[in-house]
């Protein structure tokens, strides 16, 4: 085995990616080698790479990934779910790292509102031990921390991680506003990976009618597979007012309505297409890309509820992955994975989800 990994490196914002090599250290005990299979190109990596996320660089992008156990440290039998675990076997690591001493891990035990959240991907520089900490690398390193889960036998790696963090994200989002009910009409704004997850879990819920508003064309073709009743083309509508017209006319108010666009702007849009007393889920805008007005008096004379949900914990995670076993028969998501990039073009995978030219973008390091 070698001694080195090639990594596609994030040196400086807005720059192409590095290819270098970092050394792999030692598996000690506890720890866990993943050879990485496909790592998802996420929307906020490409915030990331355009500055708009602080960083210490250089870090190695990618928080989302699966991968096959290279070599297991000693004392590391089982997945984080009492699973046993062994080298070859397919896993999906969890990025996050909560610090487990401060009020959201300890009082609120929800380790989602952690003031001092690090993540692989994001938060860790490479020129740090363990170095492989994120998952545009042919390998990744987990200490002792971090949680992994053994992908269920009949799901495909690509099916994992068709929709990336944004599944466990939906799943937890889902969590905070208590699901939705049979027959209630749903309206997700964004039809990006968060979006489509949103679409399973509402259908799964028996919600009616579910209406995905986005683009480009493929996504909300997608959006339709997975059991959306109606999608709302948004190219060429350009100005706020006219997308919400659209949207009335087509769908009418939603008695829920789901932010899964990553822009300010759309909550001005969403909080227009509520019902009266209907609830509505904020969870794309992850990155801070500034304030956005909206209208505090539709909030009020509609008895809006208005909910905000971030990251997810490792159960959301393994709740993706049983769901998967359970249902990728007929969703069959691994054909969202409409982009397979090696190393060296991971700078134009994130031009291409930038340009939102995939439905999803993984990077396939070993791929050839
Ligand atoms: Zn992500
Ligand atoms: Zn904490």
């Known amino acids: 085995m070698t001694d080195k990994a090639r990594v596609a490196l994030l040196e400086q914002a807005n720059e192409p990616l590095r290819i270098r090599e970092l050394p792999i250290p030692e598996v000690k005990e506890g720890c866990v080698l993943v050879k990485t299979l496909a790592s998802g190109v996420c929307g906020t990596d490409v915030h990331c790479w355009r500055g708009q996320v602080k960083l210490p660089l250089p870090v190695i992008l990618g928080h989302e990934s699966v991968g096959t156990i290279e070599k297991l440290g000693a004392g590391r039998t089982q997945d ?186 759309a909550v001005a849009e969403g909080v227009e297409l509520v019902r009266p007393n209907g609830r509505y889920l904020l969870m794309g805008v992850f990155s801070d890309l500034g304030p956005a007005p909206i209208n505090p008096s539709v909030v009020v004379r509609r008895n809006l509820k208005l909910y905000g949900s971030v990251f997810w914990e490792p159960r959301h995670l393994h709740e993706v992955l049983r769901l998967l076993a359970l249902c990728n028969d007929r969703l069959k998501l691994e054909d969202a994975v409409s982009a397979r990039y090696a190393l060296e073009d991971a700078t134009q995978a994130l031009h291409d989800v930038e340009a939102l030219k995939c439905v999803k973008a993984v990077i396939a390091p070993h791929a050839h």
């Open 80 to 265: 984080s779910m009492g699973e046993p675990i062994a080298e070859g076997d397919r896993v999906f690591w969890v990025a996050g790292h909560p610090c487990n001493k401060c009020y959201g891990c300890v009082i609120l035990k929800d380790t989602t509102a952690c003031s001092n959240r690090k993540s692989y991907g994001t938060s860790y520089s490479c020129a740090d031990y363990p170095y492989l900490v994120g998952g545009y690398s042919e390998y990744v390193f987990l200490t002792g921390r971090s949680f992994l889960f053994k992908i269920p036998e009949q799901v495909p790696a690509e099916a994992a991680i068709a929709f990336g963090c944004g599944f466990p994200t939906a799943v937890k989002g889902f969590e905070v506003i208590g699901g939705v009910g049979p027959g209630k009409s749903v309206l997700i704004q964004g039809a990006g990976p968060v979006g489509l997850s949103c679409v399973v879990l509402a259908k799964l819920g028996g919600a009616h009618p579910i209406t995905v508003m986005g683009a480009p064309h493929p996504r909300l073709e997608m959006a339709r597979r997975l059991g959306a009743d109606r999608t709302i083309d948004i190219a060429g509508l350009d100005r706020p007012e006219d997308r919400v017209k659209k949207a009335r006319d087509e769908a009418g108010e939603a008695d829920l309505c789901i932010e899964a666009t990553g822009y300010p702007t």
